[in-house]
């Protein structure tokens, strides 16, 4: 069975349990995961030390959230988390290389970012990603995190299109206060791309913005991983109640 932290809740679904990992080679096995899923699925170029293993500075910081199949022997989804302490140590957040976080500065003591989000394509039924969800509402309820931010990535295979509907649909009803709002580096031309199509939201980005999560400006482009970027910022008291409920009591 997996090893987790102790303050990480760890529960089963059928096969699944959830919780932090604790050894190198479980990290490993996470990260060659994120290869498959980043590089060889979506063609995402990864700067990388390992072949087949997405690495990169900013691991070494991170705790590395993971569901396994405990019958296969395999893991199957992870995130990675990075505290505000560990961000503190590395000299940033991940999502300050696509955005400007200057009026996230008063929550820097209470922000966690997660990101690197993938699961096995033979587990994407929902069963992994509400387990993954499960582990990261205990862990800020249990460490009293109260700020949970981190990137939406669109796919840009249509050119960027969808991506941009999908921004103008989010943005009246879902928009953060203005205090919030960060400003991307490489913005997506949101003005040229958008159609009259309608927009098309990743199963992913549904959950987070029905969960109560608000979109935190205009999307970036990631040329690396040809995709567009939304930050996404969850204050903790403010998750719906049945979500809350669901994860919590897991």
């Not at 070494?60 to 993971?66: E, I, S």
């Not at 990101?115 to 249990?142: H, K, N, P, Q």
């Not at 199509?197 to 482009?221: D, F, V």
Request: with cysteine; net charge negative; aromatic share 8%.
């Amino acid at each position: 069975m997996l090893r987790a932290d102790s303050q990480v809740l760890q529960r089963r679904q059928h096969s699944l349990s959830v919780g932090l990992a604790n050894t190198e080679s479980d990290i490993i096995e996470a990260q060659m995961l994120r290869y498959r899923v980043f590089a060889e699925e979506m063609g995402a170029r990864l700067p990388t030390r390992t072949p087949g293993v997405d690495h990169d500075h900013f691991d070494p910081f991170c705790k590395h959230l993971v569901v396994r199949d405990e019958d296969a022997g395999k893991i199957v989804g992870t995130y990675r988390i990075l505290t505000p302490e560990a961000a503190r140590r590395v000299g940033c957040y991940y999502s300050e290389s696509e955005f400007d976080l200057t009026r996230f500065q008063h929550l820097r003591n209470n922000l966690v970012e997660i990101g690197r989000s993938c699961i096995d394509a033979d587990y994407r039924s929902g069963a992994v990603i509400t387990l993954l969800w499960s582990g990261l509402a205990r862990f800020m309820s249990e460490h009293n995190y109260e700020y949970l931010m981190g990137c939406a990535s669109i796919t840009m295979g249509d050119g960027g299109h969808n991506a941009a509907n999908i921004y103008n649909a989010l943005r009246e009803k879902h928009m953060a206060d203005l205090e919030y709002h960060v400003f991307p580096r490489n913005p997506l031309p949101v003005e040229h791309l958008a159609t009259e199509a309608p927009a098309e939201l990743p199963a992913l980005l549904k959950g987070y913005i029905r969960a109560g999560t608000k979109i935190c400006g205009a999307p970036a482009w990631d040329p690396d991983f040809n995709t567009a970027d939304l930050l996404l910022l969850m204050p903790m008291s403010q998750l719906d109640r049945r979500y809350a409920r669901h994860f919590l009591d897991r």
